[in-house]
């Protein structure tokens, strides 16, 4: 045993932290990127870049975004688009929801129909019929 198991009075037990994917801000972005552009001696972006902790991919990229003009003002607003709603959808689901609910009550009554016909069968009683 080791002298922190004695201490604790077992065996140590570690907790890892879970990975979280860095976020970095546009003004971050900015510095590193103006940074990387003012380097003139060779090795200098590299040494910069393990300084930062960086890959040449953020770079690269960054300096993409700000060609794109990305780096210049706020940041872009994630998520999906707000769709804009179209009178005519809201009145096609209503007719549709209309239409099932009439097709329903058709067939209701056809079965109502069907069954007095089989009642008035088993009965042996004709079924009055409509005269026009």
């Not at 060609?67 to 804009?84: D, M, N, T």
């Amino acid at each position: 045993m080791s002298a922190l198991e004695q201490a604790l009075g077992g065996p140590a037990i570690e907790v890892v932290a879970k990975a979280t994917r860095r976020q970095f801000t546009v003004e971050y972005k900015r510095k590193i990127v103006r940074e990387a552009d003012g380097c003139k001696t060779p090795g200098a972006i590299g040494a910069l870049l393990r300084r930062e902790g960086l890959y040449s991919s953020h770079l690269t990229t960054w300096r993409t975004a700000r060609e794109r003009r990305e780096l210049a003002g706020a940041p872009k607003k994630r998520g999906p688009r707000r769709r804009v709603s179209d009178p005519r959808d809201k009145r096609i689901a209503d007719l549709g929801r209309e239409s099932t609910r009439w097709r329903k009550r058709a067939e209701r009554a056809e079965a109502l129909v069907e069954l007095q016909k089989q009642v008035a069968a088993l009965l042996g009683t004709p079924l009055a019929t409509e005269t026009s």
